[in-house]
């Protein structure tokens, strides 16, 4: 079982639509949850950072992490095209800098005018 | 803040010689940095994992001699990619965590590497 799960879709979804990204991991030890947005031929941008279970809202994004389940969710309200990108979660069960992040293979969404 | 960039953006070379891809943050000192590779529609592979002032640290499978990676100051790290061969043509990011700050990485825009 891989240590980050998340499925590639592709995902398409018309302008406005609420979007639902989902990924499942495998360590308990993982405390750390981070949505990256990565646009084609370009480097991840950071979206969200969580720590632990709970929810974070940021404008349109709401990340959620249930830690009994072991499942990261990302929420986007009001999708619109530029979203069109592919979203990457990543773990870490490391405290400060130092950790190493294990990324899912990422959504790639795309959001039709 | 905290913006790192990666130069050059985009190399096209030769089958046998070295590239060098430098990696710097540019409005905040980074203890450490992370090089990943990624392939096309795949995700981000870990490849170092570089502290300044040490020896870097390699994921299993990554030739260190082959991706030679210096960490001179809390600004700037390099990979060298040496003898280069087509297999090695990909997408390579650095990352880079602030000193003393949360559990944060920032990405460079990556460096397109084409081996020919």
């Known amino acids: 079982q891989k240590e980050v799960e998340q499925d590639p879709g592709p995902l398409s979804v018309p302008e406005g639509a609420i979007v639902s990204l989902n990924c499942t991991y495998s360590?308990?030890?993982?405390?750390?949850f981070m949505w990256y947005r990565q646009y084609s031929r370009k480097g991840p941008e950071l979206l969200m950072y969580?720590?632990?279970?709970g929810n974070k809202e940021d404008g349109r994004f709401t990340a959620q992490v249930d830690k009994s389940s072991k499942y990261i969710s990302l929420f986007i309200r009001d999708s619109q095209p530029s979203d069109s990108a592919t979203y990457l979660c990543a773990t870490t069960g490391y405290g400060g800098s130092q950790g190493n992040l294990i990324f899912g293979k990422g959504t790639k969404l795309s959001v039709k005018p | 803040g905290a913006v790192v960039s990666q130069h050059p953006s985009w190399v096209i070379c030769k089958s046998g010689t070295s590239v060098k891809i430098e990696c710097r943050s540019l409005?905040?000192?980074?203890?450490?940095m992370f090089w990943y590779r990624q392939f096309p529609k795949q995700s981000l592979m870990l490849m170092a994992t570089s502290n300044e002032g040490s020896k870097a640290t390699y994921e299993q499978g990554v030739e260190k001699d082959k991706f030679l990676i210096n960490h001179a100051s809390l600004t700037l790290s390099t990979l060298t990619v040496t003898s280069a061969h087509p297999e090695d043509s990909s997408f390579y990011i650095c990352?880079?965590?602030?000193?003393?700050?949360?559990?944060?990485?920032?990405f460079g825009p990556g460096t397109r590497l084409t081996v020919l």
């Open positions: 409005d905040f000192q980074a203890t450490t």
């Open positions: 990352s880079a965590g602030r000193a003393g700050g949360a559990n944060e990485q920032f």
């Open positions: 969580t720590y632990s279970s």
């Open positions: 360590n308990s030890a993982f405390q750390y």
